[in-house]
């Protein structure tokens, strides 16, 4: 009797979707059966009380074709009225018989006299010949049956009930999901605020082409392919109706509400635990003052805040200062957490991967912490010394991605960009020479500058012991000891240095960038435009050490002294020299002592 109840009250059909006709929500679909076939359905009878979605869609289709029939007869009437004829009552539309009941079946055609009509199916569940899932076996229904579409209704006006099953020979099932989709599904449940189209993409499973509604998916099938609709939810279900799309649709969204509900509760069963955690065992309230003992962190933060007039401080067992409670309580869930990064060599806990391996380095001894340039056999010892080296194999105009936004030029570090701007347009020289007074706006340039004033050469190079006075001349000059090429994007000259190259840059430029305020000469460096400018304002930053006279040019000021000053010049030449021949010697003991202690070590190891 049970599941004879659970038949369709219209196709004797058995449906895992199907509705309940007496339910609140189901009183204009009730309506429309009463309206339309004169079939009454009440509990009183103990007939089924259900409607399988099939004959739902059905009935809603044949609702919207009387509305457009209707729709029909009024565009007749105004079209009539407006050429002023007059419609006669007896071109009234024809209604169908009242007294038609359900229980007058039509005809059996000849081919299908053999089928088990509804009658045959209610009458033997109801003596308990046979159950429903035979007849469902043998006859029209199977678990991966989808839903006709309502324009298969033309064909079946005068076949029996039972003998409504899919006349589709080349019927598409459902896809089967391999172990990538289905995780995709299962991650995607677990996500609020799911829509239609995270679960059904709206795509032609025939030529891959998208739509943005079901509309226009269909008439893309009609139109191209003189098919019918079809839609594939993430699940693999076949989708072949508006109606059905969103009933699945929705069915996901409950078993999503579900799973979420089920994480929430675990993730406050693990809160609840998290606050029966024995903080004792990872920090010691302990005043880092007067190392004082304290029972809690309110206890402390009174001695702290009394006592010392400071703020209290607590250290983990994995070494991490703890300045406030809230923090306190976060960190301690952390190694708690057995989903959380943690150190295996020390109880060190992280947020995020890279963090975690930079941590590791610090076990690792410095000796041989290795970093090798894919590009070349450079080795570093640390990891931003090996990124920032790895910028000099990428062309140099690749590297300028920052834009001055007044005269668009590039430039390699954003910090460069805005001393440029802040320099060049806005005139701004917050860095000055305390010797000269001489104004830059740098504080590189500033270095720079002062290098002038003195004849110390403190940066010595390793490999020819030649004296420098700034770190960025050395630089340059180990580019010629070392099997270094840059090559030209532009000729594809090959320079053997940064220096070099960015000077030959010059010679590709078309126009000249930097103009004199003066004259508005145009100069491709901005070096040379800088020397230009003494021209204008008179300026000598350069000065004899040995006399008072002051030069503009660095190649005056090499005459004046050659041509003044021979003697003087000879000497300083004799002590250059004297200089260099100390340092080669000091740096030979070096490496002699360092070469007796390698063998004191090898010898050591050996006995």
Request: hydrophobic share 30%.
């Amino acid at each position: 009797m049970a599941s004879f109840k659970d038949l369709c009250r219209l196709c004797a059909k058995k449906d895992e979707f199907s509705k309940d006709l007496l339910e609140e929500n189901s009183k204009n679909l009730l309506n429309l059966i009463r309206d339309f076939m004169q079939i009454t359905v009440n509990d009183v009878e103990d007939l089924p009380t259900k409607i399988c979605l099939n004959c739902e869609e059905k009935m809603v289709s044949f609702q919207l074709f009387v509305l457009e029939c209707y729709k029909v007869q009024d565009d007749f009437r105004k079209q009539m009225d407006k050429v002023g004829l007059q419609i006669e009552p007896d071109f009234a539309i024809k209604l169908e018989n009242s007294n038609a009941y359900y229980g007058t079946l039509p005809l059996i055609k000849s081919e299908v006299k053999d089928e088990l009509t509804a009658e045959d199916i209610v009458c033997a569940i109801a003596t308990n010949e046979a159950t429903l899932a035979d007849y469902e076996a043998v006859d029209y229904n199977d678990d991966d049956d989808d839903h006709v579409d309502d324009d298969d209704d033309d064909d079946l006006d005068d076949v029996a009930i039972a003998s409504l099953k899919d006349i589709k020979k080349n019927r598409i099932k459902r896809k089967v999901l391999s172990e990538e989709d289905s995780v995709k599904f299962s991650e995607l449940l677990k996500q609020p605020n799911l829509k239609v189209k995270d679960f059904v993409k709206l795509t032609c499973h025939i030529c891959e082409a998208e739509s943005d509604t079901w509309n226009n998916l269909r008439l893309h099938y009609f139109k191209t392919h003189r098919s019918k609709a079809v839609a594939y939810c993430i699940c693999g279900y076949a989708i072949r109706s508006k109606s059905v799309l969103y009933k699945h649709v929705s069915q996901h969204k409950q078993e999503s509400r579900k799973i979420r509900r089920a994480a929430d509760m675990l993730e406050d069963r693990q809160d609840q635990k998290y606050c029966k955690i024995n903080v004792r065992n990872f920090v010691n309230f302990t005043c880092t003052t007067c190392q004082k003992a304290c029972s809690s962190w309110y206890s402390l933060k009174s001695h702290s805040e009394r006592a010392h007039n400071i703020s209290p401080i607590v250290h983990c067992v994995c070494g991490i200062a703890l300045k406030s409670k809230s923090v306190l309580y976060k960190h301690i869930q952390d190694h708690k957490n057995p989903n959380v990064l943690a150190c295996d060599k020390c109880p060190r806990v992280a947020k995020t991967l890279a963090a975690l391996n930079k941590h590791k380095m610090r076990h690792v001894p410095k000796s041989e912490r290795k970093f090798a340039c894919e590009s070349c056999d450079k080795i570093f010892n640390t990891k931003d010394a090996l990124k920032s080296h790895e910028r000099s194999h990428i062309p140099i105009e690749d590297r300028k991605i920052y834009h001055c936004d007044i005269c668009n030029m590039k430039f390699t570090t954003r910090s460069s960009a805005a001393s440029h701007k802040r320099v060049v347009h806005d005139k701004i020289k917050s860095y000055v020479c305390d010797l000269c007074g001489y104004a830059c706006g740098t504080n590189g340039e500033l270095r720079q500058h002062r290098a002038i004033h003195s004849d110390d050469k403190p940066f010595v190079c390793k490999k020819c012991f030649k004296p420098f006075k700034t770190y960025s001349n050395l630089k340059t000059h180990m580019d010629t000891h070392e099997e270094t090429s840059y090559p030209c994007y532009v000729c594809n000259r090959v320079l053997n240095s940064r220096r070099t190259l960015r000077k030959h840059l010059l010679v590709h430029e078309d126009k000249c960038r930097h103009v004199c305020s003066y004259c508005n000469k145009a100069f491709k460096r901005r070096q040379t435009l800088k020397v230009h400018m003494y021209v204008h304002t008179g300026d000598k930053p350069l000065s004899c050490k040995w006399c008072d006279e002051r030069f503009s040019y660095a190649s005056t000021l090499r005459s004046h002294r050659l041509r003044c000053h021979p003697d003087k010049m000879a000497q300083q030449a004799n002590e250059s020299y004297m200089y260099r021949h100390v340092n080669i010697m000091q740096q030979q003991d070096y490496i002699k002592a360092d070469v007796a202690a390698v063998n004191a070590k090898n010898e050591v190891e050996a006995l």
